[in-house]
């Protein structure tokens, strides 16, 4: 296998638990340095909107400015927002870094990364690969954000049994992420020009809108579905599940932390049977047919009565939650022309971004009146149902090469 292939999993490994380490305790570090919950909800918003914007511009460009170059950058804005977070209590310098910079609050995938690196993982490997590829892309981060997650939240447990404070146990951690954040510069230095995406032919040079040009209409379809989605996600966005637990069981980090090391790996786990599934079904099909009940299943979750039971059905969700996103990913690769695969992946990526940018907002304000604490799970199960019905209808005749 190409040496590059090795490097951008190895990335995504490092990138991913960096992410899950901090998700944990990130909500639970500025509800500690003194800022109320619509601040935090507010704070989440505004650093998914920043990386909306800043990897709009890196992604749409990346074929043409590097893809290495491009992963650099976005590595580079990692650290340089970790180190913001841990310098300063000042809101509006919070504020500054969560829009520049580079946060996950979800312990998800954030940033240009999984644009350029998928686009350059389509270009070396055969398309008969791609899914089985992505199968194994998403299953590696699902485990390292799982070991972060878990890693994370014990460290600050431990940390303050040993007689650190709260706040300075939760500092550690984010010293963790930016330290991260420089590993995965001098990581992405080791690509090869391999990476790189074949130059466009100057003889009749295509009109490109935001990199895109004969798969624009298609893009820009799929993009308004997956914002949809990404919506209803961004109202539960790991950070903010795991203070829905601490404020709703009273139950601390490293408990957290492992609640949400098991729900990443199996997470991680169905992402290969998705391999399976769409091999036999169709991406589509698999895409649908397996996200509709782990939504339901998300509906049930704030319905349990006690906390064995909650944990139970977060589990149960999670087992089949991210079957979808190989063949998501996978599929949007195969319908667009090779030269537009990073600006296609990079424009459905930050419509994801934009829509999960505004809902954190809404959670945090219904996470402020009790009654309304469990709200954002039964808006975003049932949004997450009516993108799955919009995308079976609008897409269901389009199918990639492999299944014509």
């Known amino acids: 296998m190409n040496r590059n292939v090795y490097i951008l999993f190895s990335a995504r490994i490092i ?3 960096c992410y899950g380490f901090l998700s944990v305790v990130l909500a639970l570090y500025f509800a500690r340095i003194g800022l109320p919950e619509h601040q935090i909800g507010l704070l989440f918003t505004l650093t998914l909107a920043g990386d909306a914007g800043i990897s709009l511009w890196l992604t749409t460009s990346a074929d043409r400015f590097g893809r290495r170059r491009t992963l650099i950058a976005g590595a580079l804005l990692m650290a340089g927002a970790g180190v913001v977070f841990i310098v300063t209590r000042n809101v509006p310098l919070l504020l500054a870094a969560a829009v520049i910079g580079v946060i996950s609050p979800s312990g998800n ?3 240009p990364f999984l644009s350029v690196e998928q686009a350059a993982l389509t270009q070396l490997l055969p398309n008969e690969k791609r899914t089985q590829a992505f199968a194994w ?9 799982a070991i972060g997650a878990l890693s994370g939240g014990w460290l600050a447990q431990v ?3 040993r007689g650190m404070s709260p706040l300075e146990a939760y500092r550690s951690v984010l010293m963790g992420y930016a330290l991260g954040g420089l590993v995965l510069v001098f990581h992405f230095l ?5 990476v790189e995406a074949a130059a466009a032919s100057q003889t009749d040079p295509p009109r490109r809108v935001l990199g895109l040009h004969r798969s624009r209409n298609v893009v820009i379809r799929l993009s308004a579905l997956f914002a949809l989605d990404a919506f209803a996600g961004g109202l539960i966005v790991q950070a903010m599940i795991a203070y829905w637990f601490h404020i709703k069981f009273g139950i601390d980090a490293g408990i957290i932390g492992s609640i949400f090391f098991g729900a990443n790996i199996l997470a991680g786990a169905s992402a290969l049977l998705a391999v399976r599934l769409a091999t036999r079904f169709g991406l589509i099909n698999t895409m649908v047919f397996t996200h509709i009940p782990s939504n339901l299943l998300l509906i049930l ?3 349990m009565p006690t906390l064995p039971s909650a944990i139970t059905v977060l589990l149960l ?3 089949i939650s991210q079957m979808d996103v190989p063949t998501r990913q996978s599929y949007t690769m195969a319908v667009v022309s090779p030269d537009e695969r990073s600006a296609a992946s990079g424009v459905t990526s930050i419509a994801r971004s934009v829509g999960a940018a505004i809902s954190p907002t809404l959670t945090g304000y219904l996470f402020a009146v009790p009654a309304l604490l469990s709200a954002p799970f039964y808006l975003a199960g049932g949004l997450k149902i ?3 019905v919009l995308l079976y209808r609008g897409f269901r005749a389009m199918k990639p090469p492999e299944e014509n």
């Open 386 to 388: 009516v993108y799955d």
């Open 15 to 17: 990138r991913l638990f």
């Open 190 to 194: 080791m690509l090869s020009r391999d």
């Open 317 to 319: 969700r999670f087992s």
């Open 137 to 145: 892309y998403n299953l590696v981060g699902s485990f390292a954000t």
């Open 109 to 111: 995938e954030i940033g």
């Open 301 to 303: 979750v704030p319905l």
């Open 159 to 161: 940390l303050q049994l």
